[in-house]
């Protein structure tokens, strides 16, 4: 077993768990990004076919542990597991458990995670990665910038923290500008080297 494919099924799972915690709007939705996440990290420098497959792989295997770990731990540190994710796909299932079930996982999980191991193996997307990755990392640093900034205030959480950075126009414009300014020299530099 590829260990990339070991460590992109724990990427599903942390993805899953912290989009579905931080962004409550689009919890729904935090097993396809994880999946696609997934796919992606996994897919990176590999040839196309090669890259779907272990993508799809990966996506298997998170959204399976995701869904045994739903049903057997609700929650880790107060952020739950068991979090409703495919009502994009079917919004009137009468059965929640179907929403989190290890099966539905795992089909998310092999469909988005096959999708991106595909974008991850085109060598021009992988500039476009860098772009947003930046972006995630600089309001990840806003956040735990807010949550040292606030400490001690009675009732503010790490919740509170997330939705500040993002809701703040100033703090949204620097991460872009920052992201672009490093993705630009990035290119520019490898431009000069080849």
């Known amino acids: 077993m590829d260990l990339k494919v070991i460590l992109g099924a724990i990427i599903f799972v942390t993805w899953f768990a912290l989009v579905a915690y931080?962004?409550?709007?689009?919890?729904?939705l935090s097993a396809l990004i994880a999946a696609l996440v997934t796919g992606v990290y996994v897919g990176r420098g590999k040839k196309t076919h090669d890259?779907?497959?272990?993508?799809?792989?990966a996506g298997l295997m998170?959204?399976?542990?995701n869904g045994i770990l739903g049903i057997y731990?609700?929650?880790?540190?107060?952020?739950p597991l068991t979090v409703p994710t495919i009502e994009f796909i079917l919004p009137y299932v009468v059965s929640t458990t179907l929403l989190y079930s290890p099966l539905a996982l795992a089909i998310i999980g092999?469909?988005?995670g096959a999708i991106g191991g595909f974008l991850g193996s085109i060598k021009h997307l992988k500039f476009v990665f860098l772009f947003f990755t930046l972006i995630g990392l600089f309001l990840l640093y806003g956040a735990i910038d807010n949550v040292v900034w606030n400490w001690g205030t009675p009732g503010w959480t790490w919740n509170m923290s997330v939705t500040h950075v993002l809701t703040n126009n100033i703090d949204i414009s620097v991460a872009i500008g920052f992201a672009l300014f490093i993705t630009v020299a990035a290119y520019f530099f490898r431009i000069v080297k080849d």
């Open 22 to 28: 931080f962004l409550p709007i689009i919890a729904s």
């Open 73 to 79: 731990v609700n929650s880790v540190a107060g952020i």
């Open 62 to 65: 998170g959204g399976v542990l």
């Open 51 to 57: 890259a779907i497959n272990k993508g799809a792989m």
């Open 110 to 112: 092999v469909v988005y």
